[in-house]
């Protein structure tokens, strides 16, 4: 919990000032980079579970998202206006986000399929090397399409959401095996940071697998429901 919290304080502060880059890279690389094997074993362990098994599993998902989201609340509310200890506020915001997540479970599917969208296209467009101070165009067609998406076909905006984040779980945890096990450490990271279509790679290639294997399975299930 505290090692959690200890992220988000440190994404929190690279984001605010202006003139630091749109994308904290450098902070999350960091994170990643410094991962134990354990811990990355885990983080591939469950993107695969999600990324190919998502669609059973979804409601949960949904929940520990709306948790984790009140998570950055609860930590955020604590730095700018309460202060001293942020556990328990953070614990307390935890909670009711993710009792709420429970009623509004069509909602919160729907809003997480927009937000794949977004950072989907977001993603594809700095791969792409196009200008960052526009990335929020890029963003925000992949948003209204998603969210769009969501509402039309809501088992499309399952397998969008839990395939993303499956497969960004897993990337997570390879990159970690590969630079703390397997490749030169010098050149991985200059992958990572200075070659802008080699994470958006990365992130979609075992993404467009689990929608593609998702979407089967999800049309032979009888027993699947919403």
């Known amino acids: ?63 520990i998202c709306f948790g984790l989201v009140g998570l950055a609340v609860g930590v955020y509310i604590n730095d700018q206006l309460v202060g001293g200890n942020v556990v328990w506020l953070a614990m307390f915001s935890v909670l009711v986000f993710a009792i709420f997540s429970i009623p509004l479970m069509r909602w919160g599917v729907t809003v997480l399929g927009a937000l794949s969208g977004g950072i989907l296209t977001a993603g594809l467009w700095l791969g792409l090397g196009l200008p960052p101070e526009y990335v929020w165009a890029g963003g925000l067609v992949g948003l209204i399409a998603g969210g769009m998406i969501s509402f039309i076909v809501f088992k499309i905006a399952v397998i969008l959401f ?24 010098q050149q991985l990271e200059t992958l990572v940071l200075r070659q802008h279509w080699f994470l958006p790679v990365m992130i979609l290639t075992p993404m467009v697998v689990g929608v593609v294997l998702q979407y089967r399975l999800v049309k032979t299930a009888q027993d699947w429901s919403v």
Do not use: D
Request: glycine content about 10%.
């Open 1 to 63: 919990m505290n090692g959690l919290i200890g992220i988000l304080h440190t994404v929190l502060a690279a984001a605010q000032p202006a003139e630091q880059s749109l994308v904290p890279l450098e902070v999350i690389w960091k994170h990643v980079s410094s991962l134990e094997l354990v811990e990355a074993l885990t983080f591939i362990s469950f993107g695969v579970v999600c990324l190919f098994y998502g669609w059973r599993i979804f409601k949960i998902l949904v929940t």
């Open 162 to 185: 839990t395939s993303l984040g499956g497969s960004t779980l897993m990337t997570v945890g390879i990159l970690a095996v590969l630079y703390g096990y397997m490749v030169n450490q």
